[in-house]
């Protein structure tokens, strides 16, 4: 009657082990209930004791809860459903052959534990299964010794009904929340993978993907984009006078004040220490320009709490990414050396490379 649930290897699940007691319980839950009820009427036809359908009873309704009770308090969750997986694998090996291999309940018992093994443990676990199924169902024989009766009336294929139907709905429903969750994530991985953790902004890397990307639009499509460098005055100076913390929240509010100002769509990154740049799509100078400004002025009125003494400024070079440009890097060689103007300038201003 065991009709284990469906799982993935440590290796590459995307529920930690801890989880998944709780990930295959329902699915084991509903399995075995459907298995009693094929093992209760093939009881009821052949005469079957009172001990050994309230065993089947026990097994049906009560040793999912206890097995998912045992595997959340293990010390090792994943190790122990997978000890309990073989141990339905054993009670399966019992009532096959107290049923006297009734035909189509025996196939279907065996089969979608066989499917549970290998879809938790591959063939490895499959074959210890296998081999505990064996050798209750040996045991049970040379113990009981009970008559074989093959055939399988319409009641019983009946009562086997919900087994057909509904574990392999619930397979199913497993799934499909399964690859729901294996889908977000994905998407969570790509986000930090994308996203520099202090400033919370792009890394460089996903950066100049994006920009190699959009010069490539540009060169097929024609038109223009913004691009902006930006530097934090004197960065080294704070991070010697109020400490890496203070340097740290800097680069913190930094990230903040760019995402304040940037439309969806553009892409701002921290180009290394206290460099940060920025892409916009579809726009041009004079577009990158007026961020600029907003950003210069968002940086400006920014305090600290902890240092209400520090007085933040960033210099800012301006460029356009035009088709015609060899690659991007000349792009960006063009920003930067708006930036190192607006800082021979005096710093805390926007210097803009007109096209």
Request: with cysteine.
């Amino acid at each position: 009657m065991a009709v284990p649930p469906p799982g993935q290897e440590p290796a590459v699940a995307p529920i930690r082990g801890d989880e998944l007691p709780r990930h295959v319980y329902p699915v084991r839950s509903l399995g075995v209930a459907a298995g009693f009820l094929a093992v209760a009427t093939v009881f009821r036809e052949n005469g079957t004791s009172l001990a050994l359908l309230v065993l089947a009873a026990f097994h049906g309704f009560a040793w999912p809860h206890l097995a998912y009770l045992a595997a959340r308090r293990s010390a090792d969750p994943w190790r122990a459903e997978r000890s309990i997986l073989v141990a339905d694998a054993a009670f399966a090996g019992v009532w096959l052959p107290l049923m006297g291999f009734n035909v189509l309940p025996s196939v279907l018992i065996a089969s979608m534990t066989g499917l549970g093994m290998v879809s938790v443990g591959g063939p490895r676990l499959f074959a210890i299964a296998a081999a505990a199924m064996l050798g209750t169902g040996t045991a049970t024989m040379l113990l009981a010794a009970p008559e074989m009766r093959f055939e399988t009336s319409f009641t019983v294929m009946v009562a086997c009904l919900p087994l057909i139907l509904l574990y392999p709905l619930s397979i199913g429903v497993a799934n499909y929340l399964l690859r729901q969750r294996i889908r977000g994530q994905k998407q969570q991985l790509d986000l930090a993978m994308r996203t520099e953790r202090l400033s919370g902004l792009a890394t460089r890397q996903h950066w100049e993907e994006a920009l190699e990307r959009e010069f490539e639009r540009l060169r097929n499509a024609g038109g223009t984009a913004g691009l902006i460098l930006i530097d934090v005055d004197d960065f080294k100076s704070v991070n010697d006078r109020f400490g890496h913390l203070v340097g740290d929240e800097v680069i913190r509010r930094m990230g903040e004040a760019l995402r304040g100002v940037l439309r969806p769509g553009d892409v701002a990154c921290r180009y290394g220490g206290d460099e940060f740049g920025v892409l916009l799509p579809s726009s041009n100078a004079a577009g990158a320009a007026i961020a600029a400004a907003r950003l210069l002025e968002s940086v400006s009125g920014f305090r600290l709490a902890s240092t209400p003494e520090l007085r933040c400024t960033a210099s800012l070079g301006v460029a356009e990414v035009r088709p015609g440009m060899r690659d991007s890097i000349e792009a960006v060689a063009l920003a930067d050396r708006a930036l190192y103007l607006a800082k021979a300038a005096g710093r805390n201003r926007v210097h803009v490379i007109e096209p």
